[in-house]
Structure formats: C-alpha cells, structure tokens
C-alpha cells in the first residue's frame, strides 16, 4: 500500500473540500433576484368591506410569487405594494391620498386596483398624470375605462353585464314579468339603466322598479311594493351584496317568492354568507366558477387553498388575473410603464386573447373586458354553473343553414344562444392494465350525466382518443323538483396516450379519460364538473408499481373541423368547438423496488472503485477489477434496457457509470505507469485523490438523475 505524509494528507483533503463546496455552491446557491419592480395593490383593506380587499391581496400576491418563482421575467423581481384606500360604496375614502403614496415608489409599474368604481375614478386620474397603467379586477362603471386610457378591466363592465343579464333572462329563462329593485349608489342606477334599456329592446316593460339607499336598508319603500313585486317571476337586484341579502330576506319572510338574478357582486361567496339559506336559487353573473373552467384553474384554485386554506372567490381571482396581466405586458415590453400599456390596448379580440384561469380575456378599444359571461346559480350555500348559459355564436350562417330552426338570437351586434349545461361526472373504480410502451390502459368507470332536457331530451357518449369495450345503463329517470334528466352508466375503456418515459423510473404520467357528448350539435352542450372535489368517491388506484397521487377533473373545449367545404354552407370550412369532460390520473413509480432493483449496478461502482485500494504489486488484479466491471455493468444495463426509441434517465446513469468505471480504469492505467517509472510518491498521491474524487462524480451522477 502507498503512504503519505501528514501534510500532503491534509492538502489532498482540503482540495477535495474546496472541490465539493464549489459544487455545493453552483448547484444549491440561491439565484440572484435582480432588479426590484412593484405593483401596487389598492382597496378596502379595512372596514365595513375588508373582506373583499384581503381577497384582492391574496390573489395578487399569490400571482406575484408564483411568477417570481417560476422565472419567466428573467432578472426583474415583483413585488407588491398594499395600500389600503378605506372605500366604500360611494366614497373613495383615501384613494387620493394612496394614489399619491403608488406614485411616488420607485420602480412601479402599474397598479391592481381598486375594489369600487368611485374609488377607482378618484385614483386613476393621479395615475394618469403619472403614467401609472391600472387593472382593475371589480370596478364596473364604465367609466373607469372609457374616461381614462391608462385604465383596463377584467371585470365585465356593467352596460355589458345588464345587457346580457336582460338576455340571459328573456331568452335564457324564458321570463317576461321582470321587476327591478335597485340602490340609488352610482352602480345601481348604472346596471338598472342599462338593464331595463336592454329589457324594452326586446319588448318588454319592467312589472316595478324601486330604488332604495344603499347605506339605510328601509323595509317599508319594499312593503309598498310587494303586490308588484309578486307578480314578477324574475326580480333584478341592481345593488351590491350586502344590500342584495337584506332585500332578499326581506322579500321571501313576506312570501314574495320570484326568482332574484343580480351582477358580479352577488356572485361569490360574499353573498352567501350574507344572505345563508335566503341565497339559495338566486342567479348572478359568477366570474369565477371553478366547475365550468379548466385544468389550469384546478391548478390555481389548489395552490390558493394551500397559500391560504380557503377556496378563491371572483376577487381574489380577478385581482390574480391582473398581476399576470401585468406580467404579460412586462415579458413583450420590459419594466416600461407606456410599453405595458401598449401592449394591453393591442389585446383587442378574442383572437388575440390572454389564456387565463377564467377563460381567455380581452378587451374592447376602451380597455373594458369583453370575455365571455358564466351565469351561476346558488345551490345548497354555493354556486354552480346555471343550467343554461348564453354563449356567441361562432358562425351564424351554420346556424341559419341547419333543417331544425334556429334558437339563435341578436344581443347587440353578437348573435348568442342559450346552452345546456350537463352536469358530469366520473368515478374511477378499476384500472385493469396500464401498458405506457404500447400507450394504453384500460379502466372501468361509473358515469352520469344531469341536465335539463328540454333541448335534448337523450344524450350519449364517445370516448376521445379511446374505445369503449362495454357499456351498460345503470340508472336512468325523470326528476321533475329539478326538471333534470339523470342516467348513469356502467363503462369499460381502452384510452389511448402519450406517456413519454424519459425520465424512467422516476417518471410521473397522466391517466387521461376524455369524454364528449353524442348528439347531433355538441356544440349546444357544455359538460361541467358535477362534484368540486371527489375525495369522497375517489378509489385508490396504486397498479403494480405505480402510486396514484392525486384524480383532477374539468372540461375543456376541443375543435373539429365541420362542413368540409361543403356548398350548403357557402364553401366554408368551419372550426367548431365542443365540451370534453377530462378525468386525469396522476400516477408516480414506486422506487423503491428499481433501487432494489439497481443493487447489483451499486455493487459493480463500488467494485471499480475498490481500485484505487488495491496497492501496485497487484496491477494485473487492478485491471481485471476494472474491466469485469465495465463489462457487468453493461450485460446488467442490456437486462434493463427499456424498449423504446431513446435514452432514459436510466440509460443516462448507466452510461455515467461506465464514465465512473471507465474513470477507474484511466487511473489505474496512468498510476501503474507512473510507479513502474519509480515514481511511488506520485502515483500514490494520484490514487489518494482519485479515492476522494471518484465519490464526488457519484454524488453528481445521482444528482444528475433527480434534475
């Protein structure tokens, strides 16, 4: 065996150390943050309405940290700037004073806020002197963007929202009494007087309209009215949520039973908890309705509940929306205040738009949003898609060549429909086989479908990218308290997939079941989650080494060509899109059996790395170790060489440890030559690192692995 002094012992040492701090430092040493920008986030975070400003703070903030961490502005780090402005209904409170306090920080580029029109008005006028862009997620008088070209919206504005509500009504429902309550606060008459304008468009004449103060809830202006009032089947709440629940009680304690629709205050869980069980039926404009949106939304209504424990309501969301916006502006233009707002006036249809949790958003030339409008209903204390929607016709002149007569009718210059909405869902109880080579797997299921029938009164289904090998009706009926169709049934499917094993064995794929209604126009369905969460019916599906993680559900729309040129339909080929209820299955290898597995691989490292030990009067073993090794190593890897056209994680470490192997061997080579030339000190000294470095390229090869 070879020997060293102390002192070279020690330097060999602190090289090796050196050695490994350094690439302890270049793997693990926290980034640099860059250059520091702000956003400013204002609104009520105090007073009687502090609940829907922490709304707007969570959501930013959660928006600005998910963008820091996932580094998609390179060097520029946000962070976010809470100002409480202390509005109110028709006050702005401090939103002067605060606005003046946005302006002067350094480094900011625009600001989420504020909560109410008035406050929102107040401040943006001092952003506007200072070049300041604002998006705001609630204000909706439509003045906030039409008086004011640094100002965007992702709130629908409310000549927008009454107008489709009176559709949504008329045409949706199929209600012709309509009576209006509203508040004398500048957003009750704007919403009545665009509502009840849009109401005589098509013909009809509100039953009532009374106005009420939106600070001093007073019983007996509604007690005059009640005989009206009851003559209406639809009531329009022109007010905001607080006031809304008052009048609701009120209403239903004195036996006046109509329906209640209102605007994007009444559609969240502020109201809910206001009105408790009173808010039960009522149908509001709903910005966020985790049930009728996609995977994408899943994903951040989870990471909201683990941020915060609670699920986000429409505020929180919009005012999350916002800071990506933001973000988008900042990616095409930089840290530049007129280059963001530039960018955001050229969102200007929905060709262009902005993919975001709630549905692709863009604005009108005033920077008002005109994404689409979900109507949502209160059902046992929260709220679900309504059972019909309105959606825009995609291409009216398909609709006026089709045998059946259209249902399609005008809302200002866009020609909607009124759309069933069925109610899905999915409960996985079986995966027979999984196969990700040939891409695969075969899984039964219980499915069912709840929906109002009057426009279809049966309804089917197809697998996408897949086959149904069996199908049974399990349960079918009539409810009439609900007026729903249910049938459910019995399925056995192959799907077919994409399973990408590049980083096998420490792979993660997705179990995808997708499924889209069989009739004859998809596009008059829209399949929604029937369950948020189905913990209560998930099975756990742990087949052979696969661990599930965790079941997402949602819908999501899917083209397909339609016409194919075909004369009747002026030659043109149509793009149409239809709901898909997606049912994925997160499933993770189990590991453990694949270390096990790869014993016999540590072994044979290890064994080349008994080289380094074995002293130079043994130079022949010292070669024979090596080459048996690398040759083991390879008959080992051809056993468990996975079938497919590339390399996997786990063909990359085996040839990093024909490296480590072949590493060895080099050594031994240049050590023998040096001690068969009399130099023992310096070939020992060479072996000596090798034993502290050959370890090191262990710990890197492993590291490589799990990256």
């Known amino acids: 065996m070879f020997y060293l002094s102390s002192l070279q012992k020690k330097l060999v040492t602190l090289a090796a150390v050196m050695l490994l701090l350094g690439l302890g430092y270049y793997w693990f040493a926290p980034k640099s943050r860059g250059e520091v920008y702000y956003l400013g986030i204002g609104g009520p975070m105090s007073g009687s309405f502090e609940d829907v400003g922490l709304s707007m703070r969570r959501g930013a903030l959660l928006a600005i940290d998910e963008i820091n961490a996932s580094g998609e502005l390179g060097d520029i780090h946000l962070e976010g700037v809470v100002v409480d402005d202390a509005s109110d209904l028709e006050g702005g409170g401090q939103s002067l004073a605060v606005a003046k306090k946005l302006a002067q920080t350094e480094n900011l580029l625009g600001v989420v806020g504020h909560y109410f029109s008035g406050a929102t008005l107040e401040a943006s006028e001092i952003y506007r002197e200072n070049s300041i862009p604002l998006i705001t997620p609630s204000a909706t008088n439509p003045k906030v963007t039409s008086s004011n070209d640094w100002n965007f919206s992702v709130i629908q504005d409310d000549f927008y929202q009454a107008v489709f509500l009176a559709n949504y009504v008329v045409k949706g429902l199929g209600i012709e009494d309509v009576g209006v309550i509203r508040s004398s606060s500048t957003y009750g008459r704007s919403l009545e007087e665009y ?8 013909g009809q004449t509100p039953t009532a309209v009374v106005e009420l103060d939106p600070n001093g809830f007073d019983p007996e202006i509604l007690r005059a009215q009640l005989e009206p009032l009851k003559a209406s089947g639809m009531i329009f709440l022109a007010m905001n949520y607080k006031l809304a629940a008052k009048v609701i009680k009120f209403l239903r304690d004195n036996d006046v039973n109509p329906g209640f629709v209102g605007a994007e205050s009444l559609g969240g869980p502020h109201f809910i908890h206001e009105a408790g069980v009173y808010a039960d039926n009522v149908y509001a404009v709903t910005p966020y309705l985790a049930n009728l949106l996609g995977e994408s939304s899943k994903h951040y209504q989870a990471n909201y509940l683990e941020a915060y424990q609670v699920r986000p309501d429409w505020v929180a969301t919009n005012s999350y929306e916002a800071v990506k916006l933001f973000a988008t502006g900042i990616r095409n233009a930089g840290p530049d205040r007129e280059g963001i707002r530039n960018h955001l006036r ?4 929905e060709e262009d738009a902005l993919p975001s949790v709630s549905g692709p958003i863009y604005f009108n030339e005033e920077g008002a949003s005109r994404r689409a409008i979900a109507m949502g209903q209160v059902i046992e204390g929260r709220y679900l898609p309504a059972r019909f929607q309105l959606t825009a016709v995609k291409y009216p002149e398909l609709e006026k060549a089709r045998k059946q007569r259209s249902k399609a009718f005008q809302m200002g210059n866009t020609s909607m429909k009124r759309t069933t909405v069925v109610f899905t869902g999915l409960h996985v109880q079986e995966i027979k086989s999984f196969d990700p080579i040939d891409s695969n797997f075969v899984a039964d299921f219980l499915l069912w479908f709840r929906w109002d029938p009057s426009q279809n009164k049966k309804l089917n289904f197809e697998m996408t990218h897949g086959k149904v090998l069996a199908a049974k009706v399990r349960e079918k009926y009539f409810d009439k ?8 049934y019995q399925v056995s499917a192959r799907m077919e997939g994409q399973f990408p094993l590049h980083d096998y064995p420490f792979d993660r794929q997705i179990l995808k079941i ?11 369905l829209i399949l929604v989650t029937d369950i948020p969460d189905d913990t209560f019916l998930r099975k756990h599906l742990d087949i052979r080494s696969w661990k599930d993680r965790e079941h997402i559900h949602f819908t999501s729309g899917k083209e397909a060509i339609w016409s194919y040129r075909n004369p009747k339909y002026l030659g043109k080929l149509f793009q149409l899109d239809h709901s898909q209820y997606n049912y994925h299955i997160h499933l993770e290898r189990d590991v453990y059996e694949y270390i096990i597995k790869l014993l016999p691989l540590t072994i044979i490292v290890l064994t080349a790395y008994s080289l380094f030990f074995i002293n130079f009067e043994f130079t022949p073993s010292r070669f ?11 008959a080992f890897h051809n056993v468990n060489k996975l079938d497919v056209g590339y390399l996997v994680k786990s063909d990359i470490f085996f040839m990093m440890t024909y490296y ?14 040096l001690h068969e030339k009399g130099k023992e000190e310096m070939a020992a000294r060479l072996d000596h690192f090798s034993i502290v470095l050959y ?7 492993v590291y490589q692995l799990f990256n």
């Open 695 to 701: 370890p090191v390229l262990i710990v890197f090869a």
């Open 514 to 524: 997708r499924i889209k209604p069989k009739v004859k126009n998809k596009e008059d």
């Open 195 to 202: 509502f009840v304008r849009e109401l005589r468009v098509k």
């Open 624 to 634: 024979t170790v090596g080459i048996t090794s690398m040759m083991s190593a390879m």
């Open 660 to 673: 480590l192997i072949f590493f060895s061997i080099l050594e031994t080579v240049l050590a023998s030559s």
């Open 346 to 349: 050229r969102i200007r249809n």
């Open 481 to 488: 308290k609900t007026h729903n169709n249910f049938i459910s």
